[in-house]
């Protein structure tokens, strides 16, 4: 299919005189045309006259992953680059990589593959043997120092890995295996990406996505986002202005990083847009940070989530989310009154400490969010947790399959099978689980997983100790697989916070350069 028809602002050069490199998205166009991160880099490598940037996803079949722009294989690239913002994705670059007829063993090709994004972050290791190149950063930090290396030693893989290496945010696995890790990070923040290569084939169609800030500093224990940007950084409310003045009347504009931005700046701004009429929309809502002014945004916004993750008050001190009930039902009622026809609720099953009590309390609280007959049409999805790298709940179990099972059939029994309730497969969240958790040995099952064999398979052929991976020793000197990156918050405040969950103590939200519970500002101080 020729995608680009359905385009508007890409970039389609000509390759003579060119460094051509390869931008894969380990996942389908439609997901890609959604990540505002992918597009950002994708614009950023087209604005040099030397280079050629081409996007390649992972295509819906078993077809020859090629192009976007040209319908060239990715043997044709002088580099590989790619974006991995989630772990199910690792297996989906493999086998990208399978079906252009390239090996994917790092060392047994002369192909270069460099990988980033906050997946990459959290844990490279199951990708040790696949990449040649990590980049633990953010774009803006890195654009210049990699682009110079790149232009200057493109053409020799050897000489490439072995500049690359010398960045103390680079790993490079076959060179130097036990080097420590630094993520590099911008601060300060200048201007806000914004994506303008728009799309008919994605779930924001025809979408500008625009972050106007960066992290959140509430301190969900679950959340990796909400460590590895620490410390949540705000752009000037005249750059926004700035990137916003960009944006034409009448289009859509996606808003990413509002939870953490300056309310009062951003909504008068964002009002600007709604002045050029365009239509404003907001990926989620964190509940406790919005305020009337905010809903005014919303007029033009259909449906839109929010996440509550548990209706248990002792789950909310483990999760530190403390958000009434009373909260939801104010805020559903406000979306009500300013039109909003749909809105879909996140929960999470398998925490620590949680009991039966915690998943009769969620089950009450869903049932009186019904019973208030507000109007809107409510969607309730279930996930199971996930333990991240980097976070308190690293520490953390994940529950056996069958019972986390038992806890969805006990709640959907409680709901009476509800029609607009949806559940997680359990299966799929152990496998997130080994993949962002792994080491080197799971590297042979992505191996195996990128070859289209099942997970209960593979993990019986390689004979993986699943105990390993889904119950760590609950110790502040545990070493995990990915204790060689600093993502600039220490391992001393993780365990402490996990040491709070565990005795239901909330904790305090990130005050940038106020405190220096987590260290992660303390790095900014010696950049």
Known sequence: MNLLKFEKNYF????????????????????????????????????????????????KGNELPVSVESNRPLKDFDVILTSISFELDYPNLVKMLNLSGINPLAKERDEIVIAGGIALWLNPKPLYKFVDAFVLAEWEA???????????????????????????????????????????????????????????????????????????????????????????????????????????????????????????????????LLEKDCKLGFSSLRLDTVDPDFFELLKHTKSIAIAPETGSEKLKKVLNKDISEEKVLEVLKLLKKFGLKSVKLYFILGLPLEEKEDLEATIRFVKSLLSFKLGIKLAFSFSFLVPKPHTPFQWAKFLDVKELEEKKKFVLKGLKHDKNLRFENPKDALLQTLLIRGDEKIAELVLLLAKGIKLKRALRELNIPLKKYLSPEEDPEFEFPWDFINTWVSKEFLWKEWQRAKDLKLGIRCKPFECKACSACSQILVL
């Open 142 to 272: 890195i654009e210049e120092d990699f682009i110079k290396t790149l232009s200057n030693y493109f053409y020799s893989k050897e000489l490439l890995l072995s500049k690359l290496n010398e960045y103390p945010y680079v790993w490079c696995p076959q060179l130097e295996y036990e080097k420590k890790v630094k993520v590099e990070k911008k601060y300060p923040l200048e201007t806000p990406p914004l994506s303008y290569v728009l799309s008919e084939k994605t779930e924001f169609k025809n979408t500008y996505l625009v972050e106007v800030a960066r992290g959140c500093g509430m301190g969900c224990r679950f959340c990796a986002a909400g460590y590895v940007y620490r410390p949540p950084r705000r752009y000037s409310k005249a750059k926004i202005s700035e990137v916003f003045n960009t944006i034409p009347p009448g289009s859509k504009v996606g808003i990413i990083g509002f939870e953490f931005a300056n309310k009062t700046e951003v909504i008068s701004t964002c009002k600007r």
């Open 12 to 59: 389609k050069k000509k390759w003579t005189n060119r460094i051509s490199v390869a931008l894969v998205f380990p996942n389908y166009y439609e997901l890609a045309m959604s990540n505002l991160g992918y597009l950002y880099v994708y614009q950023r490598l087209n604005t040099f006259s030397h280079i050629v940037c081409e996007r390649v996803c992972l295509p």
